[in-house]
Every structure is written in structure tokens, then in C-alpha cells.
Nanobody, 111 residues
Framework: GHLVESGGGLVQPGGSLRLSCAAS????????AGWYRQAPGKLRELVAV???????NYEPFAKGRFTISVDNTKAMMYLQMNSLKPEDTAVYYC??????WGQGTQVTVSS
């Protein structure tokens, strides 16, 4: 299957965005599902993961601000991002098992 992200854009500091990831089959096609991000000049980093049993885990910078979720069809995954900061600016990718990747969606946090 393949994954397609959407929902990125330009937002002011303190604002919110909701990213979506649409899977052709299931976001869990290769195990857990997750959101990653890559800022300019930096390595891609994990943001949050979710398992088929709805267990979630967040990187410290995402805890309390971001929420990862999957719908009942298991074909849609979301990342609700609140209290956004300029350092959250990056291309955000969804992935299944770290093996199947979407093309990414740009998130820019700037005033």
C-alpha cells in the first residue's frame, strides 16, 4: 500500500494544525504506524507512534501538545498539533512500520 499526507500549511505560533494520513489499505500494514518530521538541515526524527492496539508513545517535544490517532477503518491516521512553535517547522511524514512512507506535508510555524 501507499500513504498520502495532507493538512500541512502555514500557522502562527500558538496555533493548531491537524495532519491526516490516508492509507490505501491500512496504516498498520507493516506493524505500528507513526509520524516523523524533518526540519531543514536536520535528520528525520520520530514524533509519535501508535500500535494496532491503540497504544501511543510520544517524543518529549510532542508530549502534551500533539495527539496521534487512527480511525476505526485503520485507513486514516491523524496528528493533532496544538501550541505550535517555530521549531515545529518541518516536513511531516507518516509511516507504516518505518518501511512505507508518504511523500510528506510541509508545516511552517511563523508569524
Amino acid at each position: 500500500g501507499h500513504l498520502v499526507e495532507s493538512g500541512g500549511g502555514l500557522v502562527q505560533p500558538g496555533g493548531s494544525l491537524r495532519l491526516s494520513c490516508a492509507a490505501s489499505e491500512s496504516v498498520f500494514s507493516v506493524g505500528y504506524a507513526g509520524w516523523y518530521r524533518q526540519a531543514p538541515g536536520k535528520l528525520r526524527e520520530l514524533v509519535a507512534v501508535i500500535t494496532p492496539f491503540n497504544v501511543t508513545n510520544y517524543e518529549p517535544f510532542a508530549k502534551g501538545r500533539f495527539t496521534i490517532s487512527v480511525d476505526n477503518t485503520k485507513a486514516m491516521m491523524y496528528l493533532q498539533m496544538n501550541s505550535l512553535k517555530p521549531e515545529d517547522t518541518a516536513v511531516y511524514y507518516c509511516s507504516s512500520g518505518g518501511l512505507v512512507w508518504g511523500q510528506g506535508t510541509q508545516v511552517t510555524v511563523s508569524s
